[in-house]
């Protein structure tokens, strides 16, 4: 079955530092892959989404890139900002079942000033 | 437009006892998953309704959960009886729409705590 590995949290870094999360997949065909993220106090919502090979998904400064090869889709920023802190979720959906998806256990950022 | 609407934001129940949550979908939107967010883990499915059908409740622990949607549009997620393991949070979401790219667009969730 399908499953999503993310990186182990917390996660602490200064404002303006890099940022990394690595996520990993494994399915069956060609599924979509998306980054949710759940603020303090609010839903999941979605941050960037790839649906095939080499795209590259971006929104808020974030940027992940399908890799295909490497069954990765690794979170990055450049400069975060403390109102980035949050958890956030690496998921896939089937291709067949667009909806249907799946999460990893997420990483929970903080940003400190 | 407005979003996914879920009830009750949360609830306390001793075990043994029954819940109900309840969901109102986007308007249009045709599919809608109720998913179980355990503390520290990601949201696993539970069960996925296409309009008024049930597509897929392979993860839903039927003995004491159940689910409905009448009318393709509301849905009611029940727990009875309740067990400890059963503290979570329970996400609604759905998707659907012209321009249906397999994203999700969740509710705020309704928190259970079982004691």
């Known amino acids: 079955g399908n499953s999503v590995t993310q990186m182990e949290g917390p996660v602490t870094l200064s404002e303006e530092a890099f940022l990394t999360i690595n996520c990993t997949y494994t399915?069956?065909?060609?599924?979509?892959l998306f980054w949710y993220v759940q603020y303090p106090g609010e839903g999941l919502q979605l941050l960037l989404k790839?649906?095939?090979?080499?795209d590259k998904g971006s929104n808020k400064g974030f940027e992940a890139t399908y890799r295909k090869e490497t069954t990765s889709f690794h979170l990055e920023k450049g400069s975060v900002q403390v109102s980035d802190s949050a958890v956030y979720f690496c998921?896939?959906?089937?291709?067949?079942?667009?909806?249907?998806?799946?999460f990893g256990d997420g990483t929970t950022l903080t940003v400190k000033p | 437009e407005a979003g996914v609407a879920q009830s009750p934001r949360y609830k306390i129940i001793e075990k043994r006892q029954s819940v109900a949550f309840w969901c109102n979908p986007i308007s249009g939107h045709a599919t809608l998953y109720w998913y179980q967010q355990i503390l520290g883990q990601g949201p696993k499915l539970l069960i996925q309704f296409q309009n008024n059908g049930v597509v897929d409740d392979s993860q839903l622990p039927k003995d004491r959960f159940s689910a409905e949607r009448l009318k393709g549009v509301d849905s009611t997620l029940k727990i009875q009886p309740a067990k400890l393991e059963d503290s979570a949070v329970y996400l609604c979401?759905?998707?659907?729409?012209?321009?249906?790219?397999?994203?999700?667009?969740f509710g705020e969730g309704s928190r259970l705590t079982v004691l």
């Open positions: 399915a069956t065909g060609y599924p979509s």
């Open positions: 979401a759905t998707t659907g729409g012209a321009l249906n790219t397999g994203e999700l667009f």
């Open positions: 790839a649906t095939k090979a080499d």
């Open positions: 998921a896939l959906s089937d291709r067949g079942n667009a909806g249907k998806s799946t």
